[in-house]
């Protein structure tokens, strides 16, 4: 079936945030989705791991308050809140408040160079 309700595995650990896990979205190998999706937490007074890649990514915040650095920007995000990134932009988030960060990441796949 290629809809559905969108299930979610264990991918890796942020080195002192919390666990990251991707979605397994339920589109057949012969066509894939251009994108994937990751959920993840970071731990009160820690931050995620600082993050650079090739692909485009947006994150929405589910729960919790952060101040994030991105290139050579700041900007305080909650919950409801979006953040956008280009392709290769260092970003990460450090939880500011007493409880848990919740994201959401929405990467696309990166093409070939």
């Given amino acids: 079936m290629a809809s559905g309700a969108v299930t979610f595995e264990h991918w890796y650990d942020f080195a002192e945030g ?3 896990h991707r979605a397994l979205l ?3 190998s012969t ?6 999706v990751a959920r993840w937490s970071v731990a009160p007074n820690t931050s995620n791991d600082l993050d650079v890649h090739r692909s485009r990514e947006v994150w929405i915040i589910v729960s919790g308050t952060g101040s994030l650095m991105f290139a050579d920007q700041t900007a305080v995000l909650g919950a409801g ?5 280009e392709s290769r932009v260092p970003h990460q988030i ?6 848990p960060l919740l994201a959401i990441s929405v990467y696309w796949l990166p093409v070939d160079d």
């Fill in 18 to 20: 919390g666990p990251v």
């Fill in 26 to 28: 339920p589109f057949p």
């Fill in 31 to 36: 066509a894939p989705a251009p994108f994937e």
């Fill in 81 to 85: 809140d979006v953040a956008a990134f």
């Fill in 94 to 99: 450090r939880n500011d408040g007493p409880d």
